[in-house]
Nanobody
Framework: VQLQASGGGSVQPGGSLTLSCAPSGRTLDKVNMGWFRRAPGKDREFVASVSSTGRGTYYADSVKGRFLIVRDNAKSAIDLQMDSLKPEDTGTYYC?????????????WGQGTLVTVSS
């Protein structure tokens, strides 16, 4: 499955953005999904994940209380609502299938979307 992340942009600290992930080639309603990010000069890291039913979620400590992962199986979309953004949230964000709950990705990465948080 090809995964396309969208919705990135530039925002000031304290601002909000919503990212969206959509697949091509198949639906996502039977798999656990997650968001990851890669900051400049750093390794890719886990951000958040949601179970196939949408009832289970898991967050990295750095984003708890600020980010919300939501899935809409009718639309086959996974959204990441990001509030109270900080400069350290800057990076390229990717969605991925979660191979091992809650934060091990399958290793297949689609095109990411860039988020820049700066004043």
């Amino acid at each position: 499955v090809q995964l396309q992340a969208s919705g990135g942009g530039s925002v000031q600290p304290g601002g909000s953005l919503t990212l969206s992930c959509a697949p091509s080639g198949r639906t996502l309603d039977k798999v656990n999904m997650g968001w990851f990010r890669r900051a400049p000069g750093k390794d890719r890291e886990f951000v958040a994940s949601v179970s196939s039913t949408g009832r289970g979620t898991y967050y990295a400590d750095s984003v708890k209380g600020r980010f919300l992962i939501v899935r809409d199986n009718a639309k086959s979309a996974i959204d990441l609502q990001m509030d109270s953004l900080k400069p350290e949230d800057t990076g390229t964000y990717y969605c991925a299938v979660i191979k091992e709950w809650p934060h091990i990705a399958s290793g297949s990465w689609g095109q990411g979307t860039l988020v820049t948080v700066s004043s």
